[in-house]
């Protein structure tokens, strides 16, 4: 395993790289070899800014690119990396006054999914009391 891979592990869970590379074949192995050496090799490596940052850059980037399934993932990057439930809602909706509403919507649904899936947030929240 190269260093690249190592990273993508440790940031984004075993369960995520074993998917996506045992998914990979004869056409897309070359993808999954220029993430893991560009994306995860290099730039994820750099000690320039923390993981933690790094990670809440990532998703403000997936919310612009309107990419809710790579945004997913990185949720869950997010939360191995130390960002708190806070945190995360916070860069999604600074980033959401820049790349707009439907951007918005769009990550919120992609995280609350991931969130209650991971037991971090009730699966039946309400903003109001009960009488």
């Not at 395993?1 to 045992?22: H, L, P, Y």
């Not at 730039?43 to 990670?55: G, M, Y």
């Not at 790579?70 to 708190?84: D, Q, S, V, W």
């Not at 600074?94 to 995280?111: D, N, S």
Request: hydrophobic content about 35%.
């Amino acid at each position: 395993m190269n260093s690249g891979e190592q990273t993508r592990r440790e940031v984004m869970g075993d369960a995520f790289v074993d998917k996506a590379m045992n998914q990979s074949n004869l056409f897309t192995e070359d993808m999954q070899s220029y993430i893991n050496e560009h994306c995860w090799g290099s730039v994820w490596q750099s000690n320039a800014i923390n993981r933690k940052t790094r990670s809440l850059l990532t998703l403000s980037c997936l919310v612009a690119l309107k990419a809710p399934e790579e945004l997913k993932g990185h949720i869950r990057g997010a939360i191995n990396n130390g960002c708190t439930l806070i945190e995360i809602k916070e860069a999604l909706l600074h980033t959401g006054v820049y790349c707009g509403a439907p951007a918005l919507q769009q990550a919120f649904r992609a995280a609350n999914e991931v969130l209650t899936e991971m037991d971090l947030i009730p699966k039946d929240m309400t903003n109001h009391d009960s009488p």
